[in-house]
T-cell receptor
Framework: AQSVSQHNHHVILSEAASLELGCNYS??????LFWYVQYPGQHLQLLLK????DPLVKGIKGFEAEFIKSKFSFNLRKPSVQWSDTAEYFC???????????WGAGTKLIIKP | EAGVAQSPRYKIIEKRQSVAFWCNPI?????LYWYQQILGQGPKLLIQ????????DSQLPKDRFSAERLKGVDSTLKIQPAKLEDSAVYLC?????????????FGAGSRLTVL
């Protein structure tokens, strides 16, 4: 069965630190990959997505993610975090053959001012 | 464009009571999803509609949960009777049709607390 694993449930960083959140999935076929973010008190919103092409994708607010097919990974990165990046981040995957999203458990990111 | 509307935002009920949640997707979005998000977990798909037809309800606890989308627009999710473990946020999401439309837009969610 397909699954998505996010390596850390909680991450605490200071402002200006670099961020990398891990995401690995299990599925042998062609996939679409997503990172969603949920800021405190707000709804889930799309941060970035990968469908095809350049495996390094850039999203909103300075985030980027790299799809490494050989490692079944889609890690999220940001070179310098801000206090406003405090949120919960979800990785999600769906097989190209359908639109059923499989979700990771989420990573709660806290940025200390 | 207007987003996905959900109501109520918060609901507190006692176990064995019933509750209903409403969702109005983005205009023109044919696909509508209901997810359950328990604290500390990712969203879990309960049911997916394509227009007014059910595409996937394999994870819907049908003995107590029901959902409908009679006219292919807004949708209602009902729980009857509620259990303590139903405490969660119920998320509605919608998606446009077509192979290029592969992104879900979520509503703010309805937070249910069962006492």
């Amino acid at each position: 069965a397909q699954s998505v694993s996010q390596h850390n449930h909680h991450v605490i960083l200071s402002e200006a630190a670099s961020l990398e959140l891990g995401c690995n999935y299990s599925y042998g076929g062609t996939v679409n990959l997503f990172w969603y973010v949920q800021y405190p008190g707000q709804h889930l919103q799309l941060l970035l997505k990968y469908f095809s092409g350049d495996p390094l994708v850039k999203g909103i607010k300075g985030f980027e993610a790299e799809f490494i097919k050989s490692k079944f990974s889609f890690n999220l990165r940001k070179p310098s975090v801000q206090w406003s990046d405090t949120a919960e981040y979800f990785c999600a995957v769906n097989a190209r053959s359908n639109y059923q999203l499989i979700w990771g458990a989420g990573t709660k990111l806290i940025i200390k001012p | 464009e207007a987003g996905v509307a959900q109501s109520p935002r918060y609901k507190i009920i006692e176990k064995r009571q019933s509750v209903a949640f409403w969702c109005n997707p983005i205009s023109g979005h044919a696909t509508l999803y209901w997810y359950q998000q328990i604290l500390g977990q990712g969203p879990k798909l309960l049911i997916q509609f394509q227009n007014n037809g059910v595409v996937d309800d394999s994870q819907l606890p049908k003995d107590r949960f029901s959902a409908e989308r009679l006219k292919g627009v807004d949708s209602t999710l009902k729980i009857q009777p509620a259990k303590l473990e139903d405490s969660a946020v119920y998320l509605c999401a919608s998606r446009a049709s077509g192979t290029g439309a592969n992104v879900l837009t979520f509503g703010a969610g309805s937070r249910l607390t069962v006492l």
